[in-house]
């Protein structure tokens, strides 16, 4: 088999799947034209109304950290891998 027999099968097979996709109406589209077509709608708004909560519960437990370990160090007596504990406990949920 030469290099011109192969070009001609895989010209072949390329026409048959382009056929085979018009047929199942599977057609390529770019980002663009996926994102026109779904539009922007309510499941977006309820997403984003979700998003924000989540993002806001995120930032208070990473900052809020700061102002906890220097009373529990004081009150609770503990150490620094009991602190460094309490500190990770958070990313664990």
Not at 21 to 44: C, L, M, P, Q, R
Request: include cysteine; glycine fraction near 6%; charge should be negative.
């Amino acid at each position: 088999m030469d290099l011109r027999e192969l070009n001609v099968i895989e010209e072949k097979i390329a026409k048959i799947e382009d056929e085979s996709k018009v047929e199942t109406g599977i057609v390529e589209a770019t980002f663009e034209d996926a994102i026109s077509a779904t539009g922007f709608g309510k499941f977006n708004l309820i997403l984003l109304t979700l998003s924000v909560p989540c993002g806001w519960a995120s930032i208070m437990d990473t900052t809020t950290m700061s102002y906890v370990l220097p009373a529990a160090h004081c009150h609770l007596d503990l150490n620094l891998e009991q602190r460094g504990m309490l500190n990770a406990i958070t990313y664990l949920g």
